[in-house]
């Protein structure tokens, strides 16, 4: 079967650095997506990685590895307004989204 | 760029009566659109993926005679949900992707349904 799997919750500290880790088993593989979601709210897209490394954009980057099945997003200098879900996700061979589901991150002063 | 409407944002109706919800893409077309439920603390469900012009493709569990998707033109999509009742009450959210070249999907601001 296919499976996303990342931490339910993290917390961490305004200014810091926080990784979140998304390993994932999917029938194919069409690119890998970062999401975040506040609460009540709908997720809004943070990065797609379909080539192997890192990619960097502004405070956030992700990273993939394709034959390790795994990505991490990275979050620096940590800001309240981080408080959020991140949510991994996988495209398939058939195209579909598959879905993890969400990481809580918690952002304390 | 790509922005995705969503109307209403809030819908609050009695059991047993239908519910239309809209989802347009603003400044693209959107060839392929998705409906997804989100129950409070779960992630993200998907219902249906609707191609423009075609009939929607259902996921697994979902009713497609309870929920009725037409995707009439290149920049919206509707779902309806026919004789809600309370166990439907969820947040149901649109996205839109502009081709298969294009595979990041971008999301509507949803729309909340309680029913009574």
């Known amino acids: 079967g296919q499976n996303i799997d990342q931490p339910t919750e993290m917390t961490a500290t305004e200014g810091a650095i926080v990784q979140i880790n998304c390993t994932y088993q999917?029938?194919?593989?069409?690119?890998l997506f970062w999401y975040q979601q506040h609460a009540g709210e709908a997720p809004t897209f943070l990065s797609y990685?379909?080539l192997d490394g890192l990619e960097e954009k502004g405070r956030f980057s992700s990273f993939l590895s394709r034959s390790k099945g795994y990505s991490y997003l990275l979050l620096k200098e940590l800001q309240m307004k981080d408080s959020a879900s991140y949510l991994c996700?996988?495209?398939?061979?058939?195209?579909?989204?598959?879905w993890g589901a969400g990481t809580k991150l918690i952002i304390k002063p | 760029g790509a922005v995705v409407s969503q109307h209403p944002s809030w819908v609050i109706c009695k059991s047993g009566t239908s519910v239309k919800i809209e989802c347009r893409s603003l400044?693209?077309?959107?060839?392929?659109m998705f409906w997804y439920r989100q129950f409070p603390k779960q992630s993200l469900m998907l219902m249906a993926t609707?191609?423009?012009?075609?009939?929607?493709?259902?996921e697994q569990g979902v009713e497609k005679d309870k929920f009725l998707i037409n995707h009439a033109s290149l920049t919206l999509s509707t779902l309806t949900v026919t004789s809600a009742h309370p166990e439907d009450s969820s947040f149901y959210i649109c996205?839109?992707?502009?081709?298969?070249?294009?595979?990041?999907?971008?999301f509507g601001p949803g729309t909340r349904l309680l029913v009574l």
């Open positions: 609707s191609n423009e012009g075609s009939k929607a493709t259902y």
């Open positions: 996205s839109a992707r502009l081709s298969r070249g294009q595979e990041t999907q971008y």
């Open positions: 990685n379909v």
């Open positions: 400044d693209f077309q959107a060839t392929t």
């Open positions: 996700a996988v495209m398939d061979s058939n195209y579909q989204l598959i």
């Open positions: 999917t029938s194919g593989f069409n690119g």
